[in-house]
């Protein structure tokens, strides 16, 4: 049975995540609808990760494990013509068998959106965060630097109390903030992240931009390993799924299912 | 009684316009009501022009008559604290006693933001229009330099039996054909408006940037004066309200009123 990796971008704003307990369409759901329309009834689609409600994916992945061969061209056509607006599969790829899109990944982009105004905004606003105070980006690559490197993230994961099987360390690769017309994105990568972790990153790093903390206080926030001592989490409408990392040849990488939950 | 200018922004996505006789909220009613929350009943707030359901404003114009004096960035903040979170006022100023947003506007300025993408876009998606086909931007460009003028823009506007106070004459400053990286702009200038005609002309310049008309089919169009030549009304939710043209001592122009509607 042929499997398909699939590239999914989606508008956060309406949908309860890409998968959860609670009441309410998910991403999942919509999808395996679409699947179901075009006569592929109960396949299952497998995601590269989970994304919370209000967080958005340019390019989230996928497998699915289909009874019969498609073309990929066709199998998107078909499957967008069921999607509602906020949700499109933008690629459609044959991947060998065995191929999953979460165990196979070796790590993830996201973007984490600011725009910066000290009047409030009104336009697409569940598509960033606004920041209504000056903020020192110097200030905030410093800060950043502490971050990136193989480190415990336990103080950047919420619910630290739940379950997690790979642990709190992961390898974040780079960081960077970078200025924008409108005000700055948080840009990150890394071979996997904690639950609400880039939105607690941001949460403290805007702590050290508005010059309430020091770029130095993240160093001591990530060794104290202890979520309390953290900033907010940042609301989830800024954060994009920008990319899920694959090797050239779809093998897992050495560290498989690099994500628990972002 | 003083007179305020109020510069205001919205997403046009939820609300049914600033102001039409159907059901719906209008951006209009929400402005009254937060001037009535703050203890400010019954003020009027007249706009430089309707916009349609579906079209935002990154600065539409406004005035109001207040009983009492205001400090304008207390009034700006009161407003924004009662208003939702698609509409926000800007800016605030006193103008003398008289101004009034629409009889004193000397023109307007629009942006139409167009994405273009063969693979369906699911993010934002109510802040362009999506184009799936290529496009000659050269070409329309040539036939946009047909609408740049004075001339009878009745080609262009939607509802021609409707009565026009003054006509259907308007003088286009300029039409410029922007490319983005995610696809492009359409932006104009003008003394005024017909109703759609922004809409009208993005939809009949997207018909020669298809190629399936030439350039001068627009001089054509717009001299036939008949709406049924052109191409189709192109959709609401690329249209944004860009800035209200007014005099240095805001004084009226020599067409008063110069907006009968967009």
Chains 1, 2 share one sequence.
């Not at 398909?4 to 999942?28: E, K, M, P, S, V």
């Not at 013509?81 to 165990?103: C, K, M, N, S, W």
């Not at 840009?187 to 949460?203: E, I, K, P, T």
């Not at 060794?223 to 953290?230: C, E, L, P, Q, Y």
Request: hydrophobic share 40%; net charge positive; aromatic share 8%.
């Amino acid at each position: 049975m042929p499997t398909y990796l699939l590239t999914i971008a989606y508008d956060g704003a309406r949908c309860h995540g890409w998968q959860l307990q609670h009441n309410g369409i998910t991403i999942q759901e919509e999808l395996e609808r679409a699947l179901a329309a075009i006569d592929l009834p109960g396949v299952r689609v497998e995601g590269a990760g989970r994304t919370d409600a209000g967080v958005h994916a340019i390019a989230q992945c996928a497998h699915v494990v289909l009874p019969r061969p498609f073309e990929p061209e066709r199998l998107l056509m078909a499957m967008n013509t069921h999607l509602p607006p906020d949700i499109a599969v933008q690629a459609v790829r044959e991947v060998p068998a065995g191929f999953h899109a979460r165990f196979c990944a070796r790590g993830k982009r996201y973007v984490y959106r600011c725009r910066c105004s000290r009047v409030r905004p009104a336009i697409g606003r569940h598509l960033y965060h606004w920041v209504r105070r000056e903020v020192d980006l110097d200030a905030m690559r410093a800060a950043a630097a502490h971050l990136v490197g193989r480190h415990d993230f336990a103080a950047f994961a919420s619910n630290p109390g739940r379950k997690l099987v790979r642990g709190t360390v992961r390898t974040l690769h780079h960081a960077h903030l970078i200025r924008r017309a409108e005000g700055f994105d948080f840009a990150v990568q890394g071979s996997g992240f904690l639950y609400n972790q880039v939105r607690n990153m941001v949460g403290s790093l805007l702590e050290v931009g508005y010059g309430n903390r020091s770029p130095d206080w993240l160093r001591e926030v990530r060794d104290a390993r202890d979520r309390r001592r953290g900033g907010p989490t940042a609301p989830a409408a800024g954060l994009y799924l920008l990319r899920v990392l694959y090797a050239p040849d779809l093998s897992p990488g050495p560290e498989p299912g690099a994500d628990d939950d972002v």
